[in-house]
């Protein structure tokens, strides 16, 4: 029904910056909640950033606040995540995702129905 391609990962040095893609289609809507999540090797998945729909509300998990924007792009169908000031602990894969899941919280991944393949993020010190 919908398909999510992240972009836009590689590797950097502490204190660069990367900004992530995600290009959205199928069966998607202006009004879906978008979100990026991210992934560490024997970590559970980590709510990063979301933006509303309706309103264009964000939000951001503590650690990245500040550091990281979160954004869209309607007529591109696009959805972005610029980081910048990348720390070692940012290091991640991180997953694109869309709402349709059954939860009304946005930093809870069952708020989200579909995801993206995943790209990877790798910050050196």
């Not at 290009?23 to 979301?50: H, L």
Request: aromatic letters at 12%; hydrophobic letters at 30%.
């Amino acid at each position: 029904q919908v398909q999510l391609v992240e972009s836009g990962g590689g590797l950097v040095q502490a204190g660069g910056s990367l900004r992530l893609s995600c290009a959205r289609s199928g069966r998607i809507f202006s009004t879906d909640d978008m979100g990026w999540f991210r992934q560490a090797p024997g970590k559970e998945r980590e709510f990063v950033a979301a933006i509303r729909g309706i309103g264009f509300n964000t939000y951001y998990t503590d650690s990245v606040h500040g550091r990281f924007t979160i954004s869209r792009d309607s007529a591109k169908k696009m959805v972005y995540l610029q980081m910048n000031s990348l720390k070692p602990e940012d290091t991640a894969v991180y997953y694109c995702a869309s709402s349709g899941g059954g939860s009304i919280d946005l930093k809870s991944p069952r708020r989200y129905g579909y995801w993206g393949q995943g790209t990877q993020v790798t910050v050196l010190s």
